[in-house]
């Protein structure tokens, strides 16, 4: 029986991510810490660049093209990833397009996406002839007037059938009164297809809308319009743990094993296990049959010579960077601790959506002789606020946590780092170093962009 099994807690682990123990292995950390003084994140543009060609090779069987969703992180490294190779970004703000078009991405291979755009938005997007992902009938009249004297190049987004009560899109009629529009205006908009944004993970839902989409892309060629791309957006799921050790933690989990006997419900929790992740999750939705046909969602694009857009944050930064924290006290409670960093809960984002980050964070001991056992502890910020803890349940560490060790939270590139953070209590916000070269005895490192 493992040490954390035996002290009673639940663990679980993040899956194997060779790039970040290079980086902890490396020693690297240590000096990073003492040189900031304060907490900061590390970003793994070598794993990024390997998700975008896995990606790619899910799309080989079908027309497609990668958008970067900026919002997932704001580091410059991803744009400039995305502009060295080829791949596209996912805006929804005026400082967002900037970003992307200063760090090398052209604006043809920008979608600007979001609801209620503001007209400098649109403005610059129709500029930069950026692909617009139009929400509702008054911005489409809004961007008529915006492209007086340019064509602007647009996308019409639907309102899932699923979630009437979605705030984002148009549905049927209003679609409808959309294309009529479109065809009215002549060359001041070019339509090259529609979109769609919706919730959750599950991947056969995708596929029925998306054949939807191309059946829309048929109707809106019968008015004479382009309409030849659909954007699937984001929700390709991520897995963090193995399917045991999810099991188990699900199973097991209950007020006892966290601080102040806090609850959570199996569904609070983003899914950290999927069995089908990332580019598995893309070829699967594309081989899987859409409600009411006879062939697959490939087959049906080829046929209907539609190209297919998608838009992954998380699926492109999975283990493509962590966030390291210094523990600055450790306080003794009834059979268990709570460590207190040097940090706050904003730098974990999903902490503040009712929820929890649960992959067990690294501990890396200054001492190497710390003593070895279950040592069950939660981690709690340097901020005065009583619920501002970065984990709430009490990780079985091997060795005991002491003052001035590291605690290294695995794979919070996709929104956990920056989401939500703040200069609260007039904290700096933590750093953002890029390290590369993980093949050398030392990775080498630098200031990501964003923050010069």
Not at 78 to 97: N, P, Q, T
Not at 292 to 319: C, F, I, N, Q, W
Not at 324 to 348: C, H, N, P, W
Request: hydrophobic letters at 40%.
């Amino acid at each position: 029986m493992s040490t954390a099994r035996a002290a009673g807690y639940p663990s679980l682990p993040a899956l194997p991510d060779p790039g970040t123990d290079a980086v902890l292995a490396s020693g690297l950390l240590q000096e990073l810490a003492y040189a900031f003084g304060g907490p900061f994140h590390f970003l793994l543009p070598g794993a990024f660049d390997a998700n975008l060609r896995d990606l790619r090779a899910a799309l080989a069987e079908v027309d497609g093209f990668v958008y970067f969703a900026k919002k997932a992180n704001k580091a410059a490294v991803w744009v400039e990833r995305c502009a060295a190779g080829g791949a596209g970004i996912d805006v929804s703000s005026v400082g967002e397009l900037r970003e992307a078009l200063g760090h090398g991405v052209r604006g043809e291979d920008v979608v600007v996406t979001g609801p209620a755009k503001h007209p400098d938005l649109l403005r610059l997007a129709v500029r930069h002839d950026a692909l617009i992902a139009v929400d509702s009938p008054g911005e489409l009249d809004a961007l008529v007037t915006t492209a007086e004297h340019r064509r602007a190049r647009l996308l019409l987004r639907h309102t899932p059938p699923s979630q009437p009560g979605s705030r984002l899109g148009m549905d049927e009629a209003e679609l409808r009164t959309a294309l009529r529009r479109c065809s009215e205006v002549g060359e001041r908009v070019s339509v090259e297809g529609f979109s769609f944004h919706l919730s959750g993970y599950a991947l056969q839902p995708r596929t029925d809308l998306a054949a939807v989409l191309a059946g829309w892309c048929l109707e809106a060629r019968a008015l004479g319009l382009t309409a030849d791309r659909i954007s699937i957006g984001g929700g390709l799921p991520v897995s963090y743990t193995d399917a045991a050790h999810w099991r188990a933690f699900l199973a097991e989990q209950h007020s006892g094993h966290y601080h102040a006997g806090r609850s959570f419900a199996p569904g609070d929790f983003y899914p950290y296990h999927s069995p089908l992740a990332g580019a598995r999750a893309l070829r699967a939705l594309l081989a899987a049959r859409p409600a009411g046909h006879t062939v697959s969602l490939a087959d049906l694009l080829k046929r209907s010579g539609v190209r297919l857009l998608v838009e992954p944050g998380r699926a492109l930064l999975d283990r493509a960077g962590a966030t390291v924290f210094r523990v600055q006290e450790v306080k003794e409670r009834a059979g268990y601790r709570i460590l207190t960093v040097d940090g706050t809960s904003l730098s974990l984002s999903e902490q503040w959506f009712n929820s929890e980050y649960l992959p067990d964070p690294r501990l890396l001991p200054q001492d190497a002789s710390a003593p070895v056992g279950g040592y069950p502890a939660a981690v709690a910020a340097a901020t005065c606020l009583e619920s501002d803890l970065l984990t709430w349940r009490k990780i079985p560490f091997p060795v005991l946590p002491r003052a001035g060790d590291l605690l290294v939270y695995p794979n919070t590139a996709g929104y956990q780092m920056d989401s939500n953070e703040s200069a609260f209590h007039d904290l700096p916000l933590p750093p953002k170093v890029v390290i590369d070269h993980l093949g050398r005895p030392r990775p080498r490192w630098r200031l990501d962009r964003h923050f010069l």
